[in-house]
């Protein structure tokens, strides 16, 4: 079973529609984050978490808000959804006392907002 | 000036060749420096950190030049199997170890 699932894969909808984006570890990392990868851009973060009782805004949080609902769950929505927030989503873990702050990604979750 | 930049690319080799990729950044006072590969509409994967004194893997190798600020990723006797997108990816040293993700350069390796 993969360490970080990502629900839905998929997902297309219409512009104004709320959607959530969810993310689930089984690695036991207490830091999560949510990036979005846009073709020609690098991966950019959208929010991170470093426990359940800490969020941060990462580069490009307008537009979005997070729900860190456990140690193993986070979630991403997007409140009303615009064309230009279609792009493919990642979810992430770390552990701090990894060697190399290492990230584990999930399998990303590609939406397309109409 | 963007804070990670790469080559897009693509490089296209053929199997055996060597090839070498290279990265800049911005920010003079990043610590820790590494290399993601990122199949096509799959997740980024560590691939391997980079030191300053170099480091080598199997068939890969990088490098790191401070005073330069860039790295690079050598990779020989390419295989079919490393057709794939590279990410350089650099450690910020903020206060949560922010880690910036290059574009990425696209390697074909063919037949």
């Known amino acids: 079973d993969a360490d970080v699932t990502q629900t839905p894969r998929n997902r297309i909808t219409k512009t104004g529609k709320r959607i959530m984006l969810e993310c689930s570890q089984t690695?036991?990392?207490?830091?999560m984050y949510w990036y979005r990868q846009d073709p020609g851009l690098g991966l950019q973060l959208i929010y991170y978490?470093?426990?359940?009782?800490?969020?941060n805004k990462g580069e490009i949080s307008d537009g979005y808000s997070v729900s860190r609902q456990a140690q193993a769950k986070f979630s991403l929505s997007l409140e009303s959804a615009i064309p230009n927030q279609t792009a493919l989503y990642f979810c992430a873990t770390s552990d701090p006392g990894h060697l190399n702050n290492e990230q584990f990604f999930g399998p990303g979750t590609r939406l397309t907002v109409l | 000036r963007k804070e990670v930049e790469q080559d897009p690319g693509p490089f296209n080799v053929p199997e055996g060749a060597t090839v070498a990729f290279n990265c800049t950044y911005s920010n003079s006072a990043s610590q820790s420096f590494f290399w993601y590969r990122q199949d096509c509409r799959k997740e980024p994967k560590l691939l391997m950190s980079v030191y300053s004194s170099g480091n080598e893997d199997g068939r890969f190798t990088a490098q790191l030049n401070r005073a330069s600020q860039y790295i690079s990723l050598l990779i020989r006797d390419s295989k079919l199997s490393d057709s794939a997108t590279y990410l350089c990816v650099v450690n910020m040293n903020t206060g949560f170890q922010k880690l910036v993700f290059g574009t990425g350069t696209r390697l074909l390796v063919s037949p």
């Open positions: 690695k036991g990392h207490d830091r």
């Open positions: 978490s470093f426990d359940v009782k800490d969020i």
